[in-house]
């Protein structure tokens, strides 16, 4: 079954630290993984999307990462601020027609 | 602003009712997927289209159905509404093909089935 998995559900931090977040995904065939950033309410919005042979790709001080061998992606925020208070959402594609698989997102607050 | 759009933004109405959701995908765009996201919860697809025809179907109840037109536009058909039905569905859309390009999201329809 195709299942994508993000950890931790939820992160507290203070603003300025930096943090990271976890996604491991079975998924097959895999054609891509990406990092959506969804603020309350509101439409996802992609980060970054990495390719088989890509592994490492950055956006500001966002910056993803993929292993495909472990099957296992990371989002690193650097300098945190408040505006990325947000859920973040692994999610990786499959299949000729870029079916999404997502996962349930890791909802982060970032606190003055 | 993601050039994908999604009417109306709010939807309000009775159990037992019938509503329709538009979508309007990004110019050129010939998949348009449609998820539903319930409180507090990740997003799950319904289904996707592709040029007019199904591509993928998710978890869509049998109550649910889709359809993408000549013009591309597509179309999220709710019949005989739950209070479970309540929700925020947001529509996606992508060129497609090649596989590596990006999905873009309309900003959702919240629906309230009261």
């Known amino acids: 079954k195709n299942q994508v998995e993000q950890s931790p559900q939820s992160l507290i931090i203070l603003e300025g630290k930096n943090c990271t977040l976890q996604c491991n995904y079975t998924v097959s065939p895999f054609s891509n993984l990406r990092w959506y950033k969804q603020d309350t309410g509101r439409g996802p919005v992609s980060l970054t999307i990495m390719t088989f042979s890509e592994n490492t790709k950055s956006n500001g001080r966002y910056t993803a990462t993929l292993d495909a061998d472990t099957k296992q992606s990371s989002l690193h925020i650097t300098a945190s601020q408040l505006s990325d208070s947000a859920s973040y959402i692994c999610v990786v594609s499959t299949g000729g027609y870029n079916k999404l698989i997502f996962g349930a997102g890791t909802r982060l607050a970032v606190h003055p | 602003d993601s050039g994908v759009t999604q009417t109306p933004k709010h939807l309000i109405t009775a159990t037992g009712q019938r509503v329709t959701l538009r979508c309007s995908p990004r110019?050129?765009?010939?998949?348009v997927y449609w998820y539903q996201q319930s409180l507090d919860q990740g997003l799950q697809f319904l289904i996707q289209?592709?040029?007019?025809?199904?591509?993928a179907k998710g978890n869509i109840l049998e109550r649910f159905s889709a359809q993408q037109f000549p013009d591309l536009h597509s179309e999220l058909n709710l019949s005989s509404l739950e209070l479970g039905d309540s929700a925020l569905y947001f529509c996606?859309?992508?060129?497609?093909?090649?596989?590596?390009?990006?999905?873009?999201f309309g900003q959702g329809t919240r629906l309230t089935v009261v």
């Open positions: 289209y592709y040029n007019g025809e199904e591509r």
């Open positions: 110019s050129g765009d010939l998949s």
């Open positions: 996606a859309s992508s060129p497609g093909t090649p596989m590596n390009t990006e999905a873009f």
